[in-house]
């Protein structure tokens, strides 16, 4: 079956723009959780939707927001960017809800480059 | 504080150089420790789940093992195409918590 997909793979925007990144979870799986990776930070955790609620959020602030449609799939939007947003970000799949504590498969990550 | 350490953070190593990986882990109730391998330009891949100190996990030429402190990730014989970063990572409060990665360079 597919895996998980995530549009688009690389994006440029410069400071002060906003961004919105998509991504389709494996079919039949219901939650999706985003990760954003640096070399610095590593893989940190964003925020985790299962059937169109915000279920779990990491550390970040509220320029980094997101949400579930009905068919499961998550867009996550960053708003102002800073030169620090420049990140790989992943979001994964899982069949339920607590991803933390599930199998996960992960999509190939969207790079974006904040100029 | 919940932390996730692993150690080296990188390992050259010869075709055949069996060699371990190390993963540190001070989480307050424990569910579960798991391990993914990722390569450049893509997603992390999910390898194991252990959930119980004295557990193993066999794949291919990778072995996870846990105790109530560390898990390690024993790769036997390795060939360069175990070449890749290993993160191992636990739950913590509801979300995930991954440590640094070992980046692993297996020579023909």
């Known amino acids: 079956k597919a895996g998980v997909t995530q549009t688009p793979r690389y994006l440029i925007k410069t400071r002060g723009q906003q961004v919105t990144l998509s991504c389709s979870p494996i079919?039949?799986?219901?939650?999706v959780s985003w990760y954003q990776q640096t070399p610095g930070q590593g893989l940190q955790f964003l925020f985790e939707?299962?059937?169109?609620?915000?279920?779990n959020k990491g550390n970040f602030p509220g320029r980094f927001s997101g949400r579930q449609f009905s068919n499961s799939r998550s867009e996550m939007n960053v708003s102002t960017l800073e030169l620090g947003d420049s990140a790989l970000y992943l979001c994964?799949?899982?069949?339920?809800?607590?991803?933390?504590?599930?199998?996960?498969?992960f999509g190939p990550g969207t790079r974006l480059t904040v100029l | 504080e919940d932390q996730v350490t692993q150690s080296p953070e990188a390992l050259r190593l010869q075709e055949g150089e069996s060699s371990s990986l190390n993963c540190s882990y001070t989480?307050?109730?424990?569910?579960?420790l798991f391990w993914y391998r990722q390569d450049p330009g893509k997603g992390p891949e999910f390898l194991f789940t252990?959930?119980?100190a004295g557990e193993e996990k066999e794949k291919e030429r990778l072995k996870a093992t846990l105790t109530k402190k560390e898990s390690f990730l024993h790769i036997t014989a390795p060939k360069p195409e175990d070449s890749a970063t290993y993160l191992c990572?636990?739950?913590?409060?509801?979300?995930?918590?991954f440590g640094g990665g070992t980046r692993v360079l297996v020579k023909p």
């Open positions: 989480v307050s109730g424990l569910r579960g």
């Open positions: 939707y299962f059937s169109e609620t915000q279920r």
């Open positions: 079919s039949g799986h219901r939650s």
């Open positions: 252990l959930y119980s």
């Open positions: 990572a636990a739950p913590t409060g509801n979300k995930l918590t």
């Open positions: 994964a799949s899982s069949l339920s809800v607590g991803g933390a504590y599930n199998e996960q498969f």
